[in-house]
C-alpha cells in the first residue's frame, strides 16, 4: 500500500537476515529515499525494469535525513542489511533473482 511504502523499514530494530529484503515497485525515475526514524544501515540498491542493479548506496546511516540517491533512472528499489553488496559482491549490471519464500 502507499502506507507501506512509505513506511518501508522505519522503526524495525532487527536485522532482515541473509538473502531478505524489502523490495519497493516505483515508477521510472529518479528516486531519492532517507533513513529517517530507521534503526538498522541498510544497502540501499536501485534496479531497472529487468532487475538489473544500475546503482547502490552501501552501509546508510541509521536516523539519517541525508538523501539516498544515485544519478541514474531506476524502476525499483531494493533495501537489503547493510554489507549484503560486499558480502555478495554486487555490481553495477548484476541481475538480482527473486524467489518467494512461503511463510
Do not use: A
Not at 541498510?42 to 552501509?59: I, K, S
Request: charged share 30%; proline share 5%; aromatic share 10%.
Amino acid at each position: 500500500t502507499p502506507e507501506q511504502k512509505k513506511q518501508g523499514l522505519m522503526f524495525r530494530k532487527k536485522i532482515l537476515g541473509d538473502k531478505v529484503g524489502m523490495l519497493f515497485l516505483m515508477k521510472p525515475q529518479k528516486h531519492s529515499f532517507w533513513m529517517k526514524n530507521t534503526y538498522i544501515p541498510l544497502d540501499v540498491l536501485f534496479l531497472d525494469h529487468d532487475m538489473r542493479v544500475v546503482g547502490f548506496v552501501e552501509n546508510t546511516t541509521p536516523f539519517s535525513l541525508e538523501p539516498i540517491s544515485i544519478d541514474h533512472i531506476s524502476s525499483h528499489v531494493l533495501e537489503v542489511d547493510s554489507g549484503t553488496v560486499k558480502k555478495y559482491k554486487i555490481k553495477q549490471g548484476d541481475k538480482i533473482v527473486f524467489i518467494e519464500k512461503k511463510l
